[in-house]
């Protein structure tokens, strides 16, 4: 089974540029998460959705970052107009479910590492 | 709001047993996640609690007390591969099911 799948694996840009990043979730998965990761932090959700709605997007700065899900399967994070703390690791993440039961747990892709100069 | 707590860094012996601990405070809790990541890749899965008590999968085994709002990751027999971070996550109910992370804590495995 293909994992979670994210491009590009790492970014360079300007500040005020702006940066999308893709992802592919595990087949069948309907809940996809974005995370945004700080060097020694923990992962902070951005964005969760099911299917292609959103279940919480409460620490999304809308104003810069915008999301979406079409068709309840690949993703696309979006960044305009970057800023210097923009840096981090951004990993995309998939559940089957995000209920009780089975399914529970996340795959995480292996991440696109943003630099903002 | 929510808040949990875990030490920053810990350091162990090969072969040693170590325990990492986490605290938590978070309304309408709905389970606790262990997540192993190792430096420069993404997290990998280790455990899932939802009710008090211990989960044993192999060398690692993890436990739940929900009304000390505490979790344990507890690692035997320490390889040098288990040097990693070891996130604590947890779930809540707040219209569908939202994972929150700890800053995990930094495990430095030597010989």
């Known amino acids: 089974e293909a994992g979670v799948a994210q491009s590009p694996r790492y970014k360079i840009i300007e500040k005020r540029q702006s940066v999308a990043f893709w992802c592919n979730p595990i087949s069948g998965h309907a809940t996809l998460y974005w995370y945004q990761q700080i060097l020694g932090q923990g992962p902070k959700l951005l964005i969760q959705?099911?299917?292609?709605?959103?279940?919480?997007d409460s620490q999304l700065p809308k104003d810069r970052f915008s999301a979406e899900r079409l068709k309840g399967v690949d993703s696309t994070l979006k960044i305009q107009p970057a800023k210097l703390e923009d840096s981090a690791v951004y990993l995309c993440a998939s559940s089957l479910v995000s209920g009780t039961g089975q399914g529970y747990e996340q795959y995480f892709g292996p991440g696109t590492r943003l630099t903002v100069t | 709001g929510q808040n949990i707590d875990q030490p920053t860094e810990m350091t162990a012996t090969e072969g040693a047993i170590v325990q990492i601990n986490c605290t938590y405070q978070t309304s309408g809790f709905n389970g606790l996640f262990w997540y192993q990541q190792h430096a420069g890749e993404a997290p990998t899965f280790l455990s899932y609690?939802?009710?008090?008590g211990l989960e044993e999968k192999g060398r690692f085994s993890s436990f739940l007390s929900r009304s000390k709002g505490y979790s344990y990751l507890l690692l035997k027999e320490l390889q040098m591969k288990d040097s990693a971070s070891y996130l604590c996550a947890v779930r809540r109910r707040g219209g569908s099911y939202i994972p929150t992370f700890g800053r995990g804590t930094s495990l430095i495995v030597h010989p």
């Open positions: 959705f099911q299917n292609n709605g959103v279940v919480d």
């Open positions: 609690n939802v009710l008090d």
